[in-house]
Antibody, heavy 118, light 109 residues
Framework: QVTLRESGPALVKPTQTLTLTCTFSGFSLNTGGMCVSWVRQPPGKALEWLAL???????YYSTSLKTRLTISKDTSKNQVVLTMTNMDPVDTATYYC??????????WGQGTLVTVSS | QTVVTQEPSLTVSPGGTVTLTCASSTGAVTSGYYPNWFQQKPGQAPRALIYSTSNKHSWTPARFSGSLLGGKAALTLSGVQPEDEAEYYC?????????FGGGTKLTVL
């Protein structure tokens, strides 16, 4: 049974760095073809793809946000971490992690709402 | 900046058929874009429906199908049910990165 769960602060201040953790079970990021991706959704708006890390530790980022994002993994803990620097109120969103396998984002976490406000 | 475009909203009658489309600002959508489709209901996480143009997940109802149509990715719902009312998003692959469409709000009326 595949599950993913996002965790992190609910509130961050402008200019701070956000660190989010995706803890997963039911699969291993040591397995060829397995990847974990991050996606966000501002309130009332569309989904936005952010980043992906694969089993081989290759990393891919959204073109528009790549200078602010870092994705990493800890396979021993079954975790993927996303950091986003220089947070702004427009970054207020629900942040999701999802498993990617066979060119599909098949399983998703429930998401965590992050509000950026002073 | 690559833009993926979907119809903002569509309305369909129960039992009817509707096709949602997904276009790329870079040109025709092909299988190499690995089109994915997701359904999202209010307050819920997205649910995967279709991947790699037309492949269904084990949980995808048979009335949902994916294809390429006129240079776009397409999601067709046949025999629409009231519970299909939701927001639908497509996702396309661009050389290492992925881009979501703006979503289509499907109303069943």
């Amino acid at each position: 049974q595949v599950t993913l769960r996002e965790s992190g602060p609910a509130l961050v201040k402008p200019t701070q760095t956000l660190t989010l953790t995706c803890t997963f079970s039911g699969f291993s990021l040591n397995t060829g073809g397995m990847c974990v991706s991050w996606v966000r959704q501002p309130p009332g708006k569309a989904l936005e793809w952010l980043a992906l890390i694969d089993w081989d530790d290759d990393k891919y980022y959204s073109t528009s946000l790549k200078t602010r994002l870092t994705i990493s993994k800890d396979t021993s803990k079954n975790q993927v971490v996303l950091t986003m620097t220089n947070m702004d109120p427009v970054d207020t969103a629900t942040y999701y992690c999802a498993r990617r396998v066979s060119e599909s984002l098949d399983y998703w976490g429930q998401g965590t709402l992050v509000t950026v406000s002073s | 900046q690559t833009v993926v475009t979907q119809e903002p909203s569509l309305t369909v009658s129960p039992g009817g058929t509707v096709t949602l489309t997904c276009a790329s600002s870079t040109g025709a959508v092909t299988s190499g874009y690995y089109p994915n489709w997701f359904q999202q209901k209010p307050g819920q996480a997205p649910r995967a429906l279709i991947y790699s143009t037309s492949n269904k997940h084990s949980w995808t109802p048979a009335r949902f199908s994916g294809s390429l149509l006129g240079g776009k990715a397409a999601l067709t719902l046949s025999g629409v049910q009231p519970e299909d009312e939701a927001e639908y998003y497509c996702l396309l692959y661009y050389d290492g990165a992925w881009v979501f469409g703006g979503g289509t709000k499907l109303t069943v009326l």
